[in-house]
């Protein structure tokens, strides 16, 4: 049985936690908002960008000279993992679902006999991931003196993976991060950049688009596909942020709600004890009296 | 009649324009073109220089780009650039430290054509601004 004192101290402790987890939940609801907003000024760029490509992979005629990064090297056997976290804790399982996804890719690859290679974005997931797949991950960065996430990060990515590439170091590569639904619910995606998944296609076949192309339907794909990986990964960035945000805005008011329950819980226990104690002291006095 | 159509600019990060527009004329790779209403439906991508959007007689608004693409479908104009800046916005700075960077690119022997024909646009776009 704990003293009187001692749930005293866990009471006020408890309390200032519940302070931080509240404050930080505040913190994170303000930066949703605008993670929220970015997010979504960000959508048409890469809708527009898929769009366009759509069409042009759709009147490709002579797809044997297309381009690598629209269909693949003709091989499958070294895949390319990007797995896109966060760099800070604290934001329930947002972090450690990118990872169990990605983990679960890994098994298949590896099962199917298959080389891998990781590469990570963000500390969190390679804290994560080091442990069991440390000899895998051949490159790693994070964000973590950035305040803000621009394009400018995602295109620098985009130009390693480019790099890696057209260096044949890859067949595949598929990029991991979380996509924002709502504020309660985020869901870890697995998205293939190269080669470029099969968009939907033949779906609007029957309003067939016919579009002029200059210079031709091949040198745009050239100049067109690589900028896509970075949009891509930009876009991979902006859901990211959101979810992040909203995921410790979650976690946070669990945390905030938890520790309330604490708090009565602790709070009772501390009266029942006090009354006990008020109690044995009486008993003590009265039967102390009677004997005499 | 309205000959004006749809004009839609956009980066990765946000929307800079969307509004009507009579006339577009656009840096394309292979040269110059300008965009009118009920324009064949065309895709093709930008080297550095001046889009400049005709909005009605007298108002024409300039921007800068390094890179872009462009799609005109159904009248609607889609430019999609990671580098566009209004001209308005442009600062001397910005376009100092952009002519050194690209006379410094200019000066490497190992470039190729390709670099080489991007980079001379980019100094000609830069050189047609005035401050």
Redesign the interface.
């Known amino acids: 049985m704990p003293s009187l004192d001692d749930l005293k101290k866990r009471i006020s402790s408890v309390k200032s936690t519940q302070k931080i987890t509240k404050a930080m939940k505040m913190v994170a609801a303000a930066k949703l908002r605008r993670a929220q907003e970015s997010a979504e000024k960000g959508r048409p760029f890469s809708e527009k960008m898929n769009n366009i490509i759509l069409n042009l992979s759709n009147s490709i005629s002579d797809k044997d000279s297309a381009s690598k990064f629209l269909v693949g090297t003709g091989k499958d056997d070294v895949h390319l993992c990007v797995v896109i976290t966060a760099d800070r804790g604290l934001c329930g399982g947002f972090n450690t679902n990118i990872c169990r996804k990605a983990k679960n890719h890994f098994e298949k690859i590896l099962k199917e006999g298959k080389k891998l290679k990781i590469f990570t974005v963000g500390s969190k997931g390679h804290d994560q991931l080091k442990r069991l797949y440390g000899n895998y991950i051949i490159e790693k960065t994070n964000f973590k003196s950035l305040k803000k996430i621009t394009y400018k990060e995602a295109e620098d990515i985009g130009n390693k993976i480019i790099k890696l590439f057209n260096e044949n170091q890859f067949d595949v590569c598929n990029i991991f991060y979380n996509k924002f639904k709502n504020v309660i619910t985020q869901i870890p995606q697995s998205q293939q950049i190269i080669p470029v998944e099969n968009l939907k296609k033949q779906e609007e076949k029957n309003i067939e688009n016919f579009y002029e192309f200059e210079p031709e339907e091949n040198e745009i794909l050239n100049d067109l596909l690589p900028r896509n990986i970075s949009t891509q990964i930009f876009k991979a960035f902006l859901e990211n942020a959101a979810s992040e945000q909203g995921s410790r805005m979650t976690a946070m008011d669990n945390a905030t709600r938890n520790a309330g329950e604490l708090v009565d819980k602790l709070t009772i226990t501390y009266n029942r004890s006090r009354q006990a104690a008020i109690t044995k002291e009486l008993i003590e006095i009265i039967s102390g009296a009677e004997s005499l | 009649m309205e000959n004006n159509f749809k004009l839609?600019i956009?980066?990765?990060?946000?929307?800079i324009f969307s509004d009507k527009a009579i006339m577009v004329t656009l840096p394309?790779?292979?040269g110059e073109?300008s965009i009118l209403k009920n324009h064949?439906?065309?895709?093709?991508?930008l080297r550095p220089g001046i889009v400049k959007v005709q909005k009605s007689e007298k108002n024409i608004e300039e921007f800068f780009v390094e890179?872009g693409?462009v799609?005109f479908?159904n009248d609607t104009l889609?430019l999609?650039s990671?580098s566009i800046q209004n001209v308005k916005d442009l600062s001397k700075n910005f376009m100092d430290d952009l002519v050194k960077d690209t006379k410094d690119k200019l000066e490497n022997i190992d470039i190729t054509d390709h670099d080489r024909y991007i980079l001379h646009h980019k100094l000609d776009a830069v050189k047609v601004i005035k401050f």
């Open positions: 839609e956009v980066s990765p990060e946000k929307i394309s790779y292979e073109m064949i439906s065309i895709i093709t991508f890179d693409t799609e479908f889609s999609l990671a």
